[in-house]
T-cell receptor
């Protein structure tokens, strides 16, 4: 079974600064996908960024980027130029690389961006 | 617009009653999921369905039941056997992976239902 660990229950960052959220996972699979989801105070969960394990290049979406270390089974999220709207709970998730199956989620990191 | 909807947004239940939470999607996704989220915590999988007329138990299925008679719909019933049902419930759907596509495999979530037992 896969496990996903987010070791930082809470973090805070000043507006316009950079913050990195940690995620580690454990799997024996070689083909899989990793995701970061954001849940703002509205509680509507949305996808932030997605990484395919077979790709060596780290995924980037505007101010969001990941540091994917496959050998270390690490998948951290970097948020640059933090904005007040980034305040949310962030979940790291793992999914096997098939069309079927379920995701395994971490327990989440609550990020607060301070003005 | 394509999306996933849940109703009602808030639901109150008396002890001993069964209640059903609705989840509908028009994304043409095969897979659908139900999660429970307790305050300040992560998502725990209740049930999931990868295809119509088939579903599997998740990690905390006891006290819950589901059906998947249509591709678009995946209702969750919280039965009286669920001892502590007060929580936030999220429904999600998932499309297939497409080679090289920018999207695929991620889950799309509904807005959630807050269930409170009185």
């Amino acid at each position: 079974a896969q496990t996903v660990t987010q070791s930082q229950p809470e973090m805070s960052v000043q507006e316009a600064e950079t913050v990195t959220l940690s995620c580690t996972y454990d799997t024996s699979e070689n083909n899989y996908y990793l995701f970061w989801y954001k849940q703002p105070p509205s509680r509507q969960m949305i996808l932030v960024i997605r990484q395919e394990a077979y790709k060596q290049q780290n995924a980037t979406e505007n101010r969001f980027s990941v540091n994917f270390q496959k050998a270390a089974k690490s998948f951290s999220l970097k948020i640059s130029d933090s904005q007040l709207g980034d305040t949310a709970m962030y979940f790291c998730a793992f999914m096997k690389g098939t069309n079927a199956g379920k995701s395994t989620f971490g327990d989440g990191t609550t990020l607060t961006v301070k003005p | 617009d394509g999306g996933i909807t849940q109703s009602p947004k808030y639901l109150f239940r008396k002890e001993g009653q069964n209640v059903t939470l609705s989840c509908e999607q028009n994304l043409n996704h095969d897979a659908m999921y139900w999660y429970r989220q307790d305050p300040g915590q992560g998502l725990r999988l209740i049930y999931y369905s990868q295809i119509v007329n088939d579903f599997q138990k998740g990690d905390i299925a006891e006290g819950y039941s589901v059906s998947r008679e249509k591709k678009e719909s995946f209702p969750l019933t919280v039965t009286s056997a669920q001892k502590n049902p007060t929580a936030f419930y999220l429904c999600a759907s998932k499309g297939g992976f497409s080679a090289g596509g920018p999207l695929g495999g991620e889950q799309f979530f509904g807005p959630g239902t807050r269930l409170t037992v009185l």
